[in-house]
């Protein structure tokens, strides 16, 4: 919750490294702070976004273990 917190709060879309841009769970806090009705393009988003995050954290985490796995069979 703390990257929420510290996220910059100007989003910005760029290709640029050196730019920062909106954290995935800074975007969910954001968005849910606000009267979001339900049912709304941007109601949905949260869900798409999180859905997203979910995702992109379990292929990490499936990879790294592969990979460590693959560590430890050479040692």
Known sequence: MIVAIAAGQQPRLTLD?????ETMTAYIVQVSMGDTP???LEYRTIFAVGATLFALTF???VLSQRLAQGKRGRL
Do not use: L
């Open 17 to 21: 490294p050196r730019v920062p841009v």
């Open 59 to 61: 292929v990490m985490n």
């Open 38 to 40: 339900a049912g709304t």
